[in-house]
């Protein structure tokens, strides 16, 4: 379902990879299905000093409240990013670092600095 305009998580945070790993482990708590498939996969496919990047995209439940989330994660070993689907409860939401001014353009500037460039037919 569509996030309401007025819903207060719109927005963008910031996650490390050790609570994207208690993230992830709330999502299997709760068996909702946008999380990896174990611990070893999210360890191996995730830099593990990372910085990443949560942006809610739909409404997912409200019992208990959570979301499905574009995750922006630091690929491990590799000065590359990739995006997948999370669910993140409204609670761990309301707790993430929001990114605001200065740090919210440059997520911009590296999102379309990341996009590939086609040309017209």
Do not use: Q
Not at 31 to 36: E, S
Request: aromatic fraction near 6%; hydrophobic fraction near 40%.
């Amino acid at each position: 379902m569509t996030i309401p305009l007025d819903d207060p998580v719109i927005g963008a945070y910031r996650v490390s990879t050790p609570r994207l790993k208690a993230i992830n482990d709330e999502a299997w708590l709760n068996k909702w299905t946008g999380r990896w498939s174990d611990e070893t996969t999210l360890a191996t496919a995730v830099e593990a000093r990372g910085e990443h990047v949560i942006v809610p995209a739909l409404l997912n439940s409200d019992s208990p409240r959570s979301y499905r989330c574009h995750l922006w994660y630091l690929v491990a070993g590799r000065n590359e990013r990739r995006c997948t689907l999370v669910d993140v409860s409204a609670t761990t939401l309301e707790t993430l670092p929001r990114m605001t001014g200065h740090d919210l353009e440059g997520l911009v500037a590296l999102l379309v600095s990341e996009l590939p460039l086609t040309s017209k037919a």
